[in-house]
């Protein structure tokens, strides 16, 4: 579990980013400035800073439930009911590194003029490598995308980046899907499938028709799809009904692979370019912590309300 994301204010009083927001990304965690607290109208520019304050004035601290990184972005998803679904996404304009906030909502609004990890690149400028022992090969000839020939070592249609392949596609029909479930041939091949950065399998068939086999149990071979993909959850196995339609959904996701790994490679906008911000900060005990504490002390306290600075004084003294 992630720790807590924390929002305080920036101690630098004349900086036109008032607030500093502390990322639970990997051990040290990731420390911005932001323009607000979060995007609730509009992107929210963020830069970077060099460190979380050791006395910082905490305005909000909420328990994280998932904190990843994905290329040039960070997937943030806090543990509240609302304005808990955010992304930190890390560009280039002008020249210079830029951080923005987003959330679904904001993203729709503005569209900036950088490059976000949604967009595809030019399916002019996509070329498919089709393995030499492909028999009846997908032409691509709908989608406008080239198509070269070559040995490849794993699956049957890929895309590469400086020379390093980056997506694949193992292209299935029904019959040879479960025949290769059953002699044990598939898990191999999701096996290396799950070695390369993005990979997939594609069957040209509709799922219904699994249980439709004629000289297979129908159940075991639904349950050889279900544990296959419990064991390699990163290579789904996509029923795409038709050649035509199977052939459409692989030049979708080669097209998106290559992008997200354009994305990873190039721009200079990395997650390494973000230096560590130290430890969490000790979360700051509640007022009922601390008139729990003064009553146990026999310190005379309110049943309600604020504390008196001298009862909040005594407890820091006590905790040191």
Excluded at 5 to 29: C, K, T, W
Excluded at 139 to 151: D, E, G, I, V, Y
Aim: net charge neutral.
């Amino acid at each position: 579990m992630p720790d807590d994301f924390l929002v305080a204010r920036n101690p630098e009083q004349d900086s036109s980013l008032p607030y500093l927001v502390r990322i639970p990304l990997g051990a040290d965690g990731i420390v911005l400035k932001a323009r607000e607290t979060w995007p609730r109208t509009s992107k929210v520019y963020c830069h970077r800073a060099p460190e979380w304050p050791a006395d910082a004035e905490i305005v909000e601290r909420v328990p994280t439930r998932v904190c990843t990184s994905r290329g040039a972005a960070i997937d943030l998803v806090l543990d509240r009911g609302r304005e808990n679904r955010s992304q930190f996404v890390l560009a280039r304009a002008k020249g210079r590194q830029v951080i923005f906030w987003q959330t679904p909502r904001t993203a729709k609004q503005a569209r900036p003029n950088v490059r976000i990890p949604t967009a595809r690149p030019d399916p002019d400028e996509l070329e498919i490598l089709v393995d030499s022992y492909e028999r009846y090969a997908w032409k691509f000839s709908r989608q406008h995308a080239t198509t070269r020939t070559t040995p490849l070592s794993v699956g049957d249609y890929a895309v590469e980046l400086d020379g390093t392949v980056v997506a694949v596609v193992e292209r299935k029909s029904l019959q040879d899907l479960s025949s290769s479930l059953l002699n044990g041939k598939l898990r191999y091949a999701l096996a290396e499938l799950s070695g390369v950065r993005h990979g997939a399998v594609v069957v040209e068939d509709k799922y219904s028709h699994v249980f439709s086999l004629k000289h297979v149990r129908p159940a075991v071979v639904a349950d050889a799809i279900a544990e296959s993909q419990a064991r390699y959850p990163t290579v789904p196995i996509i029923f795409c009904e038709t050649r035509a339609l199977a052939q459409e959904w692989a030049f979708r996701f080669l097209t998106a692979a290559l992008h997200q790994a354009r994305l990873e490679a190039g721009a200079g906008a990395h997650l390494d370019d973000l230096e560590p911000a130290g430890p969490v900060p000790p979360r700051e005990p509640t007022t009922a912590e601390v008139r729990a504490w003064a009553l146990e002390q026999g310190l005379a306290v309110s049943d309600r309300g604020r504390l008196r600075p001298e009862v909040w004084e005594a407890f820091r003294a006590a905790a040191r």
